[in-house]
C-alpha cells in the first residue's frame, strides 16, 4: 500500500507516472490511495491509467487538515473496487477517525470531497467576512467569538480560523492558494454541469482577491485581513490606519 498525501493532482500524477514513478515500481495487485483534493474526472483518468498495469487505485481524499491529523480525527472519503478497499482499509483505519466507503468507483469519493471544499471555502471568506465586520463597527472581535461560538452562526471553520486573525497569526495551516485551487475546481464542475453556484463564486472571488494581494501562502483566514486592508478597518497585527 502507498498512501500519497499531496496537494493536487498534478503531483499525485508525477508520483504516479513521473521520473521512478510508482507505477512502475509497485508490485502488481498493490494498491495506491490518492488523498490528493482533485476534479473527479481526473481521478477517474489517473484510476484507470493505473489499473491498466494491474495495480489498483483507491480514490481517497481527506478532511480535518493540520488539526484533526494531529488529533488522529481525520475523515478520508473514498471509493474504488473491493480488492482496493480490502487492501488499503488497515492503513486507512489507522489514520483516520472515519473512514467513508462511498462507491466501487474512483472519481466518487472525489466528489464528495468537493462538496466538502464548496462548503469549506464559503464558510471560512463568510467567518472572514464576519469578523472584520465586527471590527468594522468597533466591537470588541475577542468577545464576538465567544458570543457567537456559543450561537446558531457559528460554524467549524468560523470555530477554528477566527482565533488566527484574533492572535494576528497568518502562519499557513492551509493556506489562502489551496481553495484558489479547490473552489476553482467546484466552479469547472459547476460549469460543465450547467448548475450555478453562485455563493462559492462569490467566496472564489475573495480568495483570488486575497492572493491577488500578495497573501496566497499565507493561511487561509487571510481573507479577513483583505477586508481589513480595503475598508481601513483594524484588525490585530495589522497596519494601523
Known amino acids: 500500500v502507498v498512501i500519497s498525501v499531496v496537494v493536487n493532482a498534478a503531483q499525485t500524477e508525477a508520483i504516479l507516472f513521473g521520473a521512478d514513478g510508482v507505477a512502475e515500481t509497485l508490485p502488481e495487485g498493490a494498491v495506491f490511495v490518492s488523498s490528493a483534493t482533485m476534479d473527479p474526472d481526473v481521478a477517474r483518468n489517473l484510476a484507470a491509467r493505473l489499473e491498466t498495469s494491474e495495480r489498483l487505485y483507491l480514490d481517497a481524499p481527506i478532511s480535518g487538515g493540520s488539526v484533526r491529523a494531529a488529533e488522529g480525527a481525520l475523515t478520508v472519503l473514498a471509493s474504488g473496487s473491493a480488492a482496493a478497499f480490502a487492501k488499503a482499509r488497515p492503513a486507512l483505519d489507522a489514520m483516520a477517525a472515519k473512514l467513508y466507503e462511498l462507491g466501487d468507483e474512483p472519481g466518487v469519493g472525489a466528489a464528495f ?32 467569538y ?8 457559528n460554524s467549524w471553520m468560523f470555530e477554528n480560523r477566527v482565533p488566527h486573525v484574533l492572535d494576528g497569526d497568518y502562519a499557513p495551516r492551509s493556506a489562502v492558494d489551496i481553495f484558489v485551487k479547490d473552489l476553482g475546481i467546484v466552479q469547472d464542475m459547476a460549469r460543465s454541469a450547467k448548475f450555478p453556484v453562485p455563493v462559492a463564486a462569490a467566496a472564489l472571488q475573495m480568495f483570488l482577491m486575497t492572493s491577488a ?7 487561509d483566514a487571510s481573507v479577513a485581513r483583505l477586508y481589513a486592508r480595503i475598508t481601513g478597518t483594524d484588525l490585530p497585527g495589522e497596519p494601523q490606519t
Open 113 to 144: 470531497k468537493m462538496i466538502n471544499q464548496l462548503l469549506a471555502g464559503v464558510h471560512i471568506a463568510a467567518a472572514s467576512e464576519a469578523v472584520a465586520f465586527a471590527a468594522r463597527q468597533g466591537l470588541d472581535i475577542r468577545k464576538v
Open 146 to 153: 465567544e458570543v457567537i461560538t456559543a450561537s446558531a452562526g
Open 213 to 219: 494581494a500578495g497573501m496566497g501562502r499565507d493561511d
